[in-house]
């Protein structure tokens, strides 16, 4: 009967915080471009192999947008489909296996849902097999329009590498699309040329691979390289179709392209050792905001708030002034001024304005060393309720009571 969620809701109602009344709404009714960019990490930003630089393009549109540079990517073994999971519905993956094919059949409070009943046509562009990661059953849960997959594209050999498609052709074809959707729309788009194991064609290596013994990362900057090219490009072919101003531009990494398997070469890359705790700072993956009108000709900013994955839902439907009180989520509004520094990965890790907590240690993150336990203490229990409450909506399907709202009436019981 849902009676399960009371405690839940009283949870997340408890933990609501407001949007920043300067943000609520400030890109209303315009077009909501979400870029997935495939395992890119944030340390790549502002870094070079040998001089060059790794993300040019990147590196000057964070200028132009809110960047944020504390913000984690949360997701377990779903990978990309976990990063999804999140954006859309602000509740943590599963630890073990893929929601999106443990759970297509749950009833959802997607954002897409959200934005359709204010009158978005909503999309997702992947220039993949659709049934990939189960997306066309699970996409019909999330309540999209459409899936752009590999067959709405034009995929010949010449332009594919690797997984499929390469960037650079994916986000040309996919503005052609753009141009003939009802608008507003929302459409997600997930990049694939920047994807393990990190191959491309000669003509498109834009930078030297770096030299170490994992072939892996040597590869990536140039792979990375490739897809902030590809970035460029968008950008340019947006403003050409005239699609640029009436839009909002947002850009995540879905999850880290470079597994601790490689922690030697890392090491050796960023002067340093991996430790534990080096190793979740890694799990950093860039969230960009790029507002046309407000945030570009340098009026950007770096905001260093710590967040994750969970907090996209929240953020982005204020920024479209669609008011989410009432959500049953765990995210929370990036530019709220009440906004709590923290972030919680699948393993219980979590993060801190001063902390990191990873392998039962606490760590300080000034000096990077342990510090006595009791300091993260106060999270621990934040941490275990937020993953275990949505897990019981996950594995209850709960989301059905919602919005009849019928366990509300044991809300109301419950506080009398
Ligand atoms: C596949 C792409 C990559 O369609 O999203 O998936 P990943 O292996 O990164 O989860
Ligand atoms: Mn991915």
Request: proline share 3%; net charge negative.
């Amino acid at each position: 009967d849902g009676s399960e969620l009371v405690d839940i809701d009283n949870y997340v109602r408890a933990n609501y915080v407001k949007p920043n009344e300067d943000m609520f709404g400030i890109a209303e009714n315009r077009n909501l471009i979400v870029v997935s960019l495939e395992s890119v990490q944030s340390f790549v930003l502002n870094n070079d192999v040998y001089g060059e630089e790794v993300t040019p393009f990147l590196n000057s549109f964070i200028k132009d947008s809110y960047y944020f540079d504390n913000f984690y990517h949360q997701t377990g073994q779903g990978k990309t489909s976990d990063s999804e999971f999140l954006l859309e519905n602000s509740l943590y993956p599963l630890n073990r296996g893929a929601v999106f094919f443990t759970h297509s059949g749950n009833e959802y409070d997607s954002m897409a849902e959200n934005l359709s009943k204010k009158g978005y046509y909503t999309s997702t562009m992947h220039a993949n097999n659709k049934s990939f990661w189960n997306r066309d059953i699970m996409y019909q849960a999330l309540g999209y329009d459409y899936y752009y997959s590999a067959t709405d594209y034009e995929i010949t050999p010449d332009i594919s590498v690797g997984w499929g498609m390469k960037d650079i052709p994916f986000f040309e074809q996919s503005v052609e699309m753009m141009k003939e959707m009802q608008k507003p729309f929302y459409t997600k788009m997930i990049t694939l040329t920047n994807h393990h194991p990190f191959r491309l064609d000669e003509e498109d290596k834009f930078i030297d691979e770096y030299d170490s013994k994992s072939g892996t990362l040597n590869r990536y900057f140039q792979t990375v390289r490739y897809t902030d090219e590809a970035v460029k490009a968008f950008i340019q072919k947006l403003k050409d179709e005239g699609l640029y101003d009436n839009s909002i531009i947002v850009m995540y990494g879905d999850h880290y392209g470079i597994s601790e398997n490689h922690n030697e070469a890392m090491a050796q890359y960023l002067g340093k050792e991996v430790t534990p705790f080096v190793s979740v700072q890694l799990q950093r993956v860039p969230f960009i905001v790029h507002i046309p009108g407000v945030t570009d000709q340098g009026k950007g900013k770096t905001i260093s708030k710590v967040g994750g994955q969970i907090d996209l839902k929240p953020t982005l439907l204020h920024l479209l002034g669609v008011d989410t009180k009432s959500s049953i989520q765990f995210g929370e509004d990036l530019f709220s001024d009440d906004h709590r520094d923290f972030a919680v990965f699948r393993d219980g890790s979590f993060i801190t304005k001063d902390y990191v907590y990873t392998d039962n240690t606490c760590y300080s993150k000034e000096t990077e060393q342990p510090v006595e336990g009791s300091l993260c203490e106060p999270y621990k229990e934040k941490a275990r309720v937020e993953l275990d409450y949505s897990d019981k909506i996950i594995y209850g399907d709960l989301l059905r009571f919602y919005e009849s709202r019928d366990y509300r009436g044991n809300l109301m019981e419950q506080q009398q």
